[in-house]
């Protein structure tokens, strides 16, 4: 199970430092942790690898495909700039075939269809049985990953990444109009 982003998330992984440690204490051998790019003091304590990023985005994605990542999750700290953010993380753990759990945020609240395409999550509790789910069903993994790929990459998720930058650009132009 792990995290992929850049240093800039600390703030955000901080949010599920007790649900992690809880998921290692509970599959204690059983559950490895990743971190790409990104851990907090307390996560590198968790059984597992952590990785330092790397500077091109292809080759991140690529390195990401490769460490066969079982479950992401991908949390965001509630803040108006983070509402502006692309669903950026959703579509690179798709294309990796990680499942996810993701916070029940813009962006994601409009591209996760919770139960179907990854889990949405805001409280501690929520983020557990989220990713307890993903970590103890392998088929239900399988079954996300690829509806996660129908939606993010089939025609139907063409269509909404294209509407998805539109409505990133307007969410945007006004925040620059509230200056």
Known sequence: MGYAGSATHAADLRL?????AELAARHA???AFCFYGCVTPALRRLTGTVLPPTGHFYRYLQRL???????????L??????????????LEYTFAGIPGVYAALPPYTATVRHGST???????????????????????????????????FGPEGRRRLEDDRAAY??????????R
Not at 16 to 20: A, H, P, R, S, T
Not at 66 to 75: D, E, F, K, T, W
Not at 123 to 151: F, I, K, N, S
């Open 16 to 20: 599920l430092e007790g649900v992690l």
């Open 29 to 31: 051998g059983r559950v």
């Open 65 to 75: 495909a490769a460490l066969r990542i079982a479950v992401g999750v991908a949390p």
């Open 77 to 90: 700290v509630s803040h108006p700039f983070n509402a502006c953010k692309s669903p950026v993380k959703h």
């Open 118 to 152: 990854g889990f949405l999550a805001a409280l501690p509790e929520e983020w557990a049985a989220g990713v307890e789910r993903l970590v103890t069903d392998a088929p239900l993994r399988r079954a996300m990953a690829e509806a996660a790929w129908a939606a993010c």
């Open 169 to 178: 650009l307007a969410r945007l132009e006004d925040l620059v109009n509230r």
